[in-house]
């Protein structure tokens, strides 16, 4: 949930909006464009973000709960972008599971963090932490999840590597 | 400020150093300058510099680094002044299409070439510029004139240091014959 490029200028990155009313009515007008133009139900994306915007006038868990409740969407909860943007902004994580409806929660994405500097950032390209385990299980636990995909598309480690964290995630989704 | 309005500025913040600059320097002159009220002006400039900053660079290490994969040969001659003439480069041009990456990387070709770097670097990225060409615009033959043996600068026995490399005229040639590629030096 985001915008890649506004005014003739790519962004060339997921940049976040200021969580606001008008956002909400945005994102819900241009996601009834697009489930009219597909039949497959359609799941929301959260994102990392490193910029926060004193302007936003609720959380972004609220946001994403109005958004999903205005259009019916599904959520595809990326566990990484959660616990980077927990870090990087000191917040509780599981106080974001508190706040979105959990029963919308279909798909998982995961990947190690990647230390930037001051920052955490979304790289794909680092072995899965305990920490973020951590954020897996208690998601795994509190919802009905139907599937996980592992985002690593650089830094590749041996094959096996891989193998061994798609089975503790099949564990934890048991 | 309608959040379009809003969009069109943080895109214009998050890419465009010079203006992401002038707009923290002194935001109220460039907020009036780019037609923005004075409470849209403390809205944009309540964001913190430092995560504007940091986000911005973020945008230009994630274009270095798919820059880096498409020009592998470039990276290896260039050594770290791949880095720092990409971080030049990224400032001069953003790329518009869906590709962005491929076109970024083909721009920052053309860009060395203008630069005062090494002959054997601008060699490899003009030898690079012309394979991604050939690949990415599905060209049935592509015909690139060197001023030395690219082969040289890669493999096991390669000494990437630029100074080394002697002059060598060469022709790569890629055809394409049906579903076959051929590749050849001349």
Redesign the interface.
Known sequence: MC?T???G?????L?P??Y?K??VK?FVRNIERVKKRIKTPLALENIT???????SEMSEGAFIKTVLEETGCGLLLDVTNLYINSRNFGFDWRGFLDEIPLDRVVQLHFVGSHR????L?DAHADKTEAEIWRVFAEVAARCDVRGAALERD?NFPPFAEILEELETAKKLMR | M???E???????L???AEFRRAFLSEPEKIGVESGLSADEIR?IA???PE??H??AD??V???L?EAEKFLPLTRRVLGEDFTGNFREFSQTY???TVK?HFEDALAFCRFLQTRKIPGPAKCAAKFEAAKLEFFGFEKRIAVCRLDYDVRSFSGAHANPAAENHEKTKKIAVWLRTGKRIRHFFI
């Open positions: 915008f490029g506004a005014g200028v790519k962004i060339g990155h940049a909006v200021p606001t008008e956002a945005v973000y490193l910029v926060q915007f004193p302007s930037h500097g001051k920052r950032i650089g | 309608s959040l379009k809003q969009q069109n500025l943080l895109a214009k998050y890419t465009d809205e309540e964001i913190m995560e504007l940091f986000f973020s945008l290490w994630k274009r680094g953003n790329p518009r962005k």
